[in-house]
């Protein structure tokens, strides 16, 4: 079965690498290229590496009227929002209603109390009844629901690559006293937006935190942990900004109520991960890089059991534009569709 799929927020990173993701893969066709602000005659007008590769035009999303959607539907069978938080909660249900089926790369519909989508992303939250729709498409975790879903909300960069180290704690119920998160990131997750803050001059030779307590992911975070661990779970993270292009390094340090060893952690994540082709568990004493990811949609996990301590150490490394956003998309669009979820996405690493 071939599908023809459109992007909207093409112009973007993520828009790019799903872009470059869909044009090699063996079921879909890209029928339409959005824009949620700035349109172009041709995506080579900004993206002029895609010469000889794909040539249409970017159009904005205010040209769509109600009967232009009905004739895009006419073409097409799934829509990609890659777009900023704020947007997707208004066109979202537009393309859900006309028969779409969405895949949503914003953060719009991860978190499922309005409440605290408003507290954490400062904006009013979508209507509930379809935030109870999206589902939350962690696809190792939630692979039963994906497969019947019309709108999943893909999960956040560093969310997906925390969730994947922590889940087989909570999924075996350890008794867990407190998780802390120390997690870097490269530029390429603020976006291709103009900020200061990500200017050259202000991130080369630079380390920094930021977001200090207030970064969106940890709701997010703390909900899927909650889910599934059947109990209500806070973690305390802290985000920083390498001068990088690309890459999110997790480091995660767990700390228990009772001893644990190394044998039992290698037995829990061997069970949890090992028909689950894009998580690759280092062997014990081996902690993964980003650049081991760079380009692919794996996530690269090791670990370290410091008995002096009593405390579990987690390395944690994803691509954030590939697993942490354009790359687990299109797994997800595999599990929904029926469809091997390593299709269009057997990529290794770009070396060095």
């Known amino acids: 079965m071939n599908i023809n799929a459109i992007v909207v927020g093409a112009t973007g990173y993520g828009g790019l690498e799903l872009i470059r993701i869909l044009l090699q893969h063996p079921s879909v066709s890209i029928s339409h290229l959005f824009a949620h602000s700035q349109g172009y005659d041709s995506i080579l007008d900004l993206y002029p590496q895609l010469r000889d590769v794909i040539d249409i035009p970017v159009d904005t999303l205010d040209q769509l009227t109600e009967e232009k959607i009905k004739e895009l539907k006419e073409a097409s069978d799934i829509v990609f929002l890659g777009t900023p938080s704020g947007v997707s909660k208004e066109w979202g249900p537009i393309f859900l209603n006309q028969g779409f089926k969405v895949i949503d790369l914003s953060g719009d519909f991860r978190l499922k109390d309005p409440a605290s989508y408003e507290k954490w992303y400062g904006k009013e939250a979508p209507e509930q009844s379809y935030l109870q729709k999206a589902i939350y498409g962690l696809s190792e975790w939630f692979s039963d629901d994906i497969k019947e879903a019309d709108y999943i909300a893909n999960p956040g960069c560093y969310a997906t690559s925390i969730l994947l180290a922590l889940a087989p704690i ?19 997750g603020a976006g291709r937006g103009l900020n200061r803050s990500t200017h050259f001059s202000e991130v080369n030779d630079n380390f920094k ?12 975070i703390e909900q899927t942990l909650s889910q599934i661990g059947g ?3 806070t973690v305390q993270m802290m985000t920083h900004l390498i001068p990088m292009t690309r890459g999110i390094l997790s480091t995660i340090y767990v700390d228990f109520y009772e001893e644990i060893s190394k044998e039992e952690m290698i037995s829990i994540y061997q069970e949890d991960y090992q028909n689950q082709p894009f998580v690759r568990l280092r062997p014990y004493g081996e902690f993964p890089e980003t650049k081991q990811v760079y380009g692919t949609n794996y996530c690269d996990v090791g670990f370290y059991v410091d008995t002096r301590t009593k405390r579990l150490i987690l390395f944690s490394v994803i691509d954030n534009l590939m697993k942490g956003a354009a790359g687990q998309a299109v797994q997800n ?5 029926g469809w091997d979820q390593q299709l269009g996405l057997k990529f290794i690493p770009t070396y060095p």
């Open 170 to 188: 909570f999924s075996h119920q350890l008794p867990v006293k407190s998780v802390i998160i120390d997690a870097k990131s490269g530029v390429s």
């Open 209 to 220: 935190a930021y977001k200090v307590g207030t970064h969106q992911h940890i709701p997010e």
């Open 231 to 233: 109990k209500a779970v």
């Open 333 to 337: 669009l595999n599990i929904m569709m």
